[in-house]
């Protein structure tokens, strides 16, 4: 029998990443801003290149589409003057600071 081995960092090891920053988020105080992750002025997700993420903008959770065994992971960020959250894309360096910024050590990326 073949023995088949694993990607170092399978899709439930990312989901569950991502489902331990989402309670980590619920419970964090202060919130943390756009400007923190290093998204400040990131484009966002509605698909118009002038909506850009305010400094201040306050990221509420993570969510993910695709694949499962490659996720594409988004933050949802609050705005003081947007009832409806804006969406941004993250990324290895963006993840890798909001896991530190709430005290777990995560390894991201390949």
């Not at 170092?8 to 419970?27: I, W």
């Not at 756009?34 to 990221?59: F, H, I, N, Q, Y």
């Not at 996720?71 to 804006?86: C, G």
């Not at 941004?88 to 360096?93: G, I, W």
Request: charged residues 25%; neutral net charge.
């Amino acid at each position: 029998m073949k023995r088949v081995s694993l990607p170092r960092t399978t899709h439930t090891l990312v989901l569950s990443q991502l489902a331990e920053l989402n309670q980590r988020l619920s419970e964090h105080r202060p919130r943390i801003t756009a400007a923190e992750l290093g998204l400040a002025g990131a484009e966002t997700m509605t698909g118009r290149p002038d909506d850009k993420l305010s400094d201040s903008a306050d990221v509420v959770r993570l969510c993910w589409d695709g694949p499962p065994e490659y996720p594409y992971i988004h933050a949802h960020f609050a705005i003081a003057e947007q009832e409806i959250p804006q969406h941004v894309d993250l990324h290895t360096a963006a993840l890798t600071k909001l896991g530190r910024r709430l005290g777990v050590h995560q390894q991201w990326g390949t």
